[in-house]
């Protein structure tokens, strides 16, 4: 390097700091680096958001799934059998869940402000005022500038801590959410899978007490007594009962959407499911040996 | 941290309390209304505490405050002429009024608080007015500061007459154009008649109940009350007297009996009148009415003279506020009055220090509101001129009137004190060279310590900041010399002082304007950092509790679950009862309160009483 231009660059240096181009500059760099991150965390959000969103529309799909198939499989089963006890019926219709995310519960990142708002200064592009006003002030404006703008994006870097700090709240909410949901599924294929070996059991229970009866008397009846129906039966059949309760309010809660934001009653069916008729109608259909 | 920016930290019990008592159905929405951090916008947080630092709060508090205080503590003790003999200095501040009072000890800090106390509106408008009119035992009036009595009751002052009398006025809105004869009068409850008037069967000719409408708290007892108040004219009084409140209908005989007596005085008489009556003497015609009159008419009297009591209260205390200029006038010639029992020395040390006060108030102003908005005005010079003009009519009116009442003392002080001070006048200005020197020293001391100051106590700039105010206060004691070229004997000390301090106020606030090294930058900084370092705190705490706590539940729930599925799913195979485990199920997935029915007896019963069982 020859003496001329290191001559020449120790102007340019001491130049920078009366003017304050060095603050400047390191102001455009932090910038440009609080952009880079955020773009960076803003994209690996999104990204997770939208995955952790996808895999709870999935699960609540998976438990509306459940909920149809207590109407459609587990309770006309039950009523099969139970229907050769007393006369059972099923009231309403299952309460399939909105997919959609509240809102609230989701932060949306607030980026990085504009570069006006942030870099008062930009040496690159000084306007006709400022070079005057600078001049005028021997650097001083200048200079106040150029730290204005790298306090600034100093500050913004203090504030886009607490937009990652939101983001990773809302991750971890979404990630129990989404377990919540898996386990409620799990809860929920379990319960149908207990109830419909209960529904066998007692099946099977009265289909003995039938064809003893029928050995008994020689004749055929409709319906088994309930008034003689052994003590193990008459459990299974309360069991039942009990379990229908459980399964049919699980069948009408809102999982995911909020009970205000749930859509509204009107859509219930109030008429009574009478599967019996349909069960009698189609045996096909329910699964049943006719 | 300040409320605004707080974010509701998360109790571990309380969450994990909250998530025991959901049920596993219940729990993404337990999960949900857990709030991590309010939905306050980080931007609206960081805009709000820039625009903290818009204001000039912080340079009054870090800035201002301080050099007043030194200016006033360390300044003014050394101005000989503040000096009473005690060495004390001896100006304080009435809190409130906005006035001064004597006698007390003046501090840096007192002056401080007078400022932050004072305000225009508020010396102007009603706390003055309101101070006045509480204390009713002073006589506020300057000629009549000896008598007891505020000066003559002359009827015709505190009434109208002819048809803007109030009294006629009442009894025409009553009786009217028209022939009635009779009303029932307000405080008896009788039927009582116009004084002229007779009706076609001839009712009201010649009956005694003449009936007067007139005024429930006299006129007189108004004067008396409120004659001598400063801050009360008679046209006030004469407003409220006729307040509608006050005028009431009255039989002529109780009226004259009452005349200008309040209620409990007219109790008493007509106590004294049943008594005579009952020794069996002679009653005069005022003390039969007395006689006459009902207890019960006795208390509605005094009913509706509490209450006219009460109106013409509100009313006149609201005519003194909204007359609060023209009486103003008068409160500052009272106070003169008043001070003509200060000495010299003490009426100018009360006027050095409503001066300071006045012109500090006035550069606080610039700085919170700046110079043309704190005063509404547009162009500098028109708010120079406002300035200028509310602090001249505000030292108008709280020190000339001082200064006049004891003007031949004030410049006799001065006189003798010009003398005294006339041999010093020379030495005295060897003493400034070394004052100077010493000034100068100390500012050299100060900017050392300035400069060894770690980095991370003070940033370079805001020491760079702190060097140029020191080299200011160097700066000043010249300045000021320069500007006070003329000899002014015992005044020069005390004009050096506030000149000195007003002039380094100035610069002061003059470079904490052009903030040169951009301190502010740093300060706010720093402020940005703390809000938001607090915040972020905040949220990855509740962030850790919540994790905690859900993921903890999760197991719970699950290691529950799987029992209860196991010991269902074994009895099922074993054929053992489940009617009980599949209750507790329930129960534990939340829908215990549906499940009505617990044993089997009340099922049999359910089945017997119902042909169809619906579910």
Known sequence: MGLWSSFKKGVKSVCGTITGKKKAEQAKEKFAELEREFKKRNKAYSEFVEFKTSEIAKQVQVINELKMQTFSGAFPEFLNVANRLHNVSIRGKPILDAVAIPEKMIHTPEAVRSKQDILTIDFDDLSTKQKVVGVLTFGISTRKAAKESLKRAEDEEQRLKEEYAKMDATQVKLKHTLTALKEIAHYYRSIIELYGKTVKRLSHGIAAQQVSHIAFSGQFVGKVDFRTLPTRQLEDFMALYNMTILLKEMASRQYLSMPTESRPELELDKKDMDLTELAKANPQQFGMAA | ?615
């Not at chain 2, 305000?119 to 008598?147: F, G, H, I, P």
């Not at chain 2, 162009?379 to 406002?386: N, T």
């Not at chain 2, 997935?589 to 044993?599: C, H, L, P, Q, Y």
């Open chain 2, 1 to 615: 941290m300040d409320k605004k920016y707080q974010i509701k930290s998360l109790a571990d019990a309380d969450v994990q309390q909250q998530l025991n008592n959901a049920s596993p159905l219940d729990m993404v929405h337990t999960l949900q209304s857990i709030e991590l951090h309010n939905q306050q916008s980080s931007i609206k947080v960081i805009d709000e505490i820039y625009e903290e630092f818009e204001g000039g709060g912080s340079t009054v508090e870090t800035l201002l405050k301080p050099l007043v205080i030194s200016m006033v503590d360390s300044g003014l003790s050394r101005v000989s002429i503040l000096q009473d003999k005690k060495g004390k200095k001896s100006v304080s501040f009435e809190k409130g009024t906005g006035g001064t009072a004597v006698n007390d000890f003046l501090s840096g800090a007192v002056i401080w608080e007078a400022i932050n106390d004072f305000s225009y509106d508020k010396y102007e408008t009603e706390q003055n007015v309101e101070a006045a009119l509480a204390d009713r035992s002073n006589d506020y009036r300057t000629e009549n500061r000896m008598s007891e009595m505020p000066g003559k009751f002359k009827r015709k002052e505190y009434e109208h007459s002819g048809k803007k009398s109030a009294t006629k006025q009442a009894r025409d809105k009553v009786f009217g154009d028209g022939d009635r004869v009779y009303v029932n009068s307000e405080i008896e409850g009788k039927r009582a008649y116009h004084q002229k008037r007779v009706d076609a069967m001839g009712r009201g000719a010649g009956h005694k109940q003449k009936v007067e409408a007139d005024h429930v708290v006299a006129l007189k007892a108004l004067h008396v009350e409120f004659g001598k108040n400063i801050f009360v004219d008679k046209d006030m009084v004469k407003a409220a007297g006729d307040h509608e409140q006050n005028i009431a209908l009255i039989t002529q005989g109780l009226n004259n009996a009452k005349s200008e007596h309040d209620i409990a005085t007219v109790r008493k008489m007509r106590q004294t009148a049943i008594e005579k009556q009952q020794r069996g003497e002679k009653l005069g015609s005022n003390e039969q009415s007395l006689v006459d009159t009902s207890d019960e008419a006795m208390d509605r009297f005094e009913a509706r003279e509490a209450k006219a009591k009460d109106d013409i209260e509100a009313h006149i205390r609201q005519l003194a506020r909204d007359n609060h200029w023209k009486t103003a006038g008068r409160a500052a010639k009272n106070i003169g009055g008043q001070l003509k029992t200060l000495s010299a020395k003490e009426a100018i040390r009360m006027g050095v220090a409503e001066f300071i006060k006045i012109a500090i108030y006035e550069i606080k102003d610039m700085i919170l509101n700046g110079f043309k908005s704190g005063v509404g005005e547009r162009s500098l010079m028109a708010a120079l001129k406002a300035r200028i003009r509310r602090m001249t009519r505000y030292l108008k009116q709280r020190i000339w009137p001082a200064i006049k009442e004891i003007a031949d003392n004030i410049i006799q002080t001065l006189v003798k004190e010009f003398f005294k001070s006339l041999p010093l006048f020379f030495t005295g200005l060897l003493k400034k060279f070394m004052n100077l020197v010493a000034d100068g020293m100390h500012a050299i001391i100060q900017a050392f310590k300035i400069l060894k100051k770690p980095s991370n106590e003070m940033t370079p700039a805001q020491k760079g900041d702190a060097l140029v105010k020191v080299f200011i206060s160097i700066v000043t004691p010249f300045l000021t010399s320069y500007l006070l070229q003329l000899p002014l004997g015992p005044f020069e000390e005390l004009a050096e002082v506030i000149l000195g301090s007003v002039v380094s106020c100035v610069l002061i606030w003059a470079v904490d304007k052009a903030d040169l090294f951009n301190t502010k930058a740093d300060r706010r900084s720093q402020r940005v950092k703390e809000v938001f370092e607090y915040r972020v705190q905040q949220i990855k705490q509740n962030v850790d509790v919540f994790d905690r706590n859900a993921t903890q539940t999760f197991i719970q729930q699950r290691l529950a679950f799987d029992t209860m599925h196991k010991q269902l799913s074994d009895a099922i195979d074993a054929n053992k009862p489940v009617h009980e485990l599949s209750t507790n199920l329930a129960d534990f997935m939340g829908a215990g309160k549906k499940i009505k029915i617990r044993d089997t007896d009340t099922f049999m019963e359910l089945l017997s009483s119902n042909k169809q069982l619906t579910i």
